[in-house]
């Protein structure tokens, strides 16, 4: 098999480590705070600082990478004989896959004897993150390109994203929920149920009444979904709220005897829309 390179984006908020483990080149997003025009890459910034200037009252805002940005990351590659592979950040929510699509469309022509695969994930956050593990086993097993991504697009549904939120204002900021629901809602401790459907897209599915029922909320879910209750992986995320995630961790043991492979923190570019206090897991389910 002709050597390769695998790419992904920063917002598979996977920690480089493991990234590293699997043998996985991530191309950094970019954000800025809207009161500065600088621009920071996701790995620029320390994230419980991002955290912070959340909560002071900063907002802040993502851009995709654009088509130049990668064929800078894939020319290379291709020009010392090595073939990519780039799974992509959800096109439900970003133009990112878009771009890189474009990228590979100029560039094939000047390497016909190179293979250029790019693949929409329909995940985003650490569900990205875990398709992008599951993949490398594939890759590693002998699989070609083509047969990983075969197989990366075969698991897409199956990769369960179930979320919760602690300030309901950075939903309404992306359009997600009225000013009217997150003011009543925050008024009386409202939190929301969130899932990533079979469109790569983030979706409201119910609201319980506080905090701990919302955590309690994501692991029935879990019950409820997983393909295989008794193997994992599990992964959670979090923003900048790690008693939570490990409130979450604890109850996935409890109620299931599973550990949780990776905790996490979710990365600014995510983070920028879903805000301080965001809680996710990630699973594989027979159905999103």
Do not use: Q
């Amino acid at each position: 098999m002709n050597a390769y390179t695998f790419f992904v984006d920063s917002s598979c908020d996977t920690p480089k480590e493991y990234l590293d483990t699997w043998g996985v080149k991530s191309i950094d997003l970019t954000f800025r705070f809207v009161d500065s025009s600088e621009e920071y890459r996701n790995s620029e910034i320390d994230v419980k600082e991002f955290y912070e200037k959340l909560r002071s009252g900063r907002d802040a805002k993502t851009s995709a990478v654009n088509v130049e940005a990668f064929k800078r990351a894939f020319e290379p590659e291709l020009k010392e004989g090595r073939d990519v592979m780039y799974l992509a950040f959800s096109s439900g929510l970003s133009t990112t896959f878009n771009s890189a699509r474009l990228a590979a469309l100029e560039l094939s022509p000047a390497y016909p004897d190179r293979k250029i695969v790019v693949v929409d994930s329909l995940c985003a956050s650490t569900g990205y993150g875990m398709l992008v593990y599951l993949t490398t086993k594939k890759l590693s097993e002998g699989a070609s390109l083509e047969e990983a991504a075969e197989y990366a697009e075969s698991m897409r549904p199956h990769m369960c994203h179930w979320f919760t939120v602690d300030d309901l204002n950075f939903l309404k900021r992306g359009g997600r929920v009225s000013a009217v629901a997150a003011f009543v809602g925050t008024a009386i401790g409202i939190k929301p149920v969130l899932y990533m459907n079979d469109e790569g897209k983030l979706l409201s599915r119910f609201n319980v009444r506080g905090r701990k029922k919302a955590i309690k909320a994501l692991a029935e879910k879990m019950g409820e979904l997983a393909l295989d209750i008794t193997t994992g992986p599990v992964y959670i995320c979090h923003g900048d709220c790690e008693d939570d995630a490990n409130t979450l961790a604890g109850h996935i043991k409890d109620m299931y005897g599973l550990d949780v492979e990776i905790i996490t923190y979710t990365g600014p570019v995510i983070g920028s829309h879903s805000g301080p206090g965001t809680l996710a897991l990630f699973f594989i389910g027979k159905e999103r």
